[in-house]
């Protein structure tokens, strides 16, 4: 009887054992190469590392990521800071868990660039004109109608509509829009082929060095409930982002993986600007911004939204 207790309690602690040990599964978003982060943690090795079996999937736009979150198809979802903080003050309870990607003077760009044969010297030469944006409220767009602001011209006068980043050149060549705000390399085709020319790069609005703009996130539901998961995936998050900052050409291959964004597109930008830590000067300069465009009901308690 003593050899058959000895036996079955040896069981348990094996089992509790393997319990302990296995990895714990969620699943994760990401949209574009921002994303890399992610991209780079999953293949090197760096959430499995941590006790992570992470499923990534794809989402056609960062809008559409709270969605997929809130409903818990996504556990975890790299989330523009100006979708969590619109999110937030909608009343859904949403905190980020650590950084993503941002946006960093001399190395990022996107731009106001106008159509060829218009003579725009300055923000008052868009009054009454098509200017397109990525995403009408995405981080383009909130970025130009500031700048707008800041020369004294309401958005309201500009005729701000949706294009693709791809459609961008075609565009302007047609004489559909008379401006765009695209990113690079799209800014240097569109320049080079005499399309149109750069009026303005709006990173230069950013008071900073470098700016978040995407951050990884999760309801508030259920990082309560896995708190102790938390530390484990900034840790695969801050290894991932070393490996980013060490090795470019390794990052690319993984974002050409997992966007089809071909190489030579991709070897012609600089890599994610990423940074593993939650900066709340980054969350207030956002909401700062949207306040300004009347994009947020309440001012946000910043702090609140960074789970510690």
Not at 26 to 54: C, P, Q, R
Not at 75 to 93: F, S
């Amino acid at each position: 009887m003593r050899q058959h207790q000895v036996v079955l309690a040896a069981l348990a602690l094996l089992l509790a054992s393997g319990a302990a040990n296995a990895a714990q599964k969620l699943t994760m978003n990401y949209t574009t190469g921002e994303s890399a982060t992610a991209f780079i943690a999953k293949d090197e090795g760096f959430f499995a590392k941590h006790g992570l079996d992470v499923d990534l999937v794809a989402v056609t736009q960062n809008s559409n990521a709270p969605a997929a979150l809130e409903s818990g198809s996504v556990q975890v979802g790299m989330i523009q800071i100006a979708n969590l903080l619109q999110l937030t003050d909608g009343g859904l309870d949403f905190v980020a868990l650590a950084g993503g990607a941002g946006n960093e003077k001399d190395v990022t760009k996107f731009a106001v660039v106008v159509r060829s044969g218009l003579d725009v010297k300055e923000a008052k030469g868009l009054i009454g004109k098509k200017v397109g944006v990525p995403g009408i409220g995405a981080s383009i767009d909130i970025y130009f109608r500031n700048w707008l602001l800041n020369n004294n011209v309401e958005p309201a006068k500009v005729s701000i509509v949706e294009t693709t980043f791809l459609a961008m050149a075609d565009n302007l060549k047609a004489g559909n829009i008379d401006a765009v705000t695209p990113l690079e390399p799209f800014i240097s085709r569109i320049t080079s082929q005499k399309i149109g020319y750069e009026l303005f790069n709006l990173i230069d609005l950013m008071p900073r060095p470098k700016i978040a703009a995407l951050l990884f996130a999760s309801t508030r539901d259920w990082a309560t409930k896995n708190a102790s998961t938390i530390p484990e995936l900034r840790a695969a998050i801050s290894e991932a982002d070393d490996f980013i900052h060490a090795n470019p050409e390794k990052t690319r291959a993984a974002i050409n993986k997992y966007t089809k964004v071909p190489l030579p597109i991709l070897n012609s930008l600089p890599v994610p600007a990423v940074d593993p830590e939650i900066h709340k000067a980054d969350l207030d300069f956002w909401a700062g911004m949207m306040q300004r465009l009347h994009m947020l009901q309440n001012k946000p308690d910043t702090a609140k939204l960074i789970w510690k």
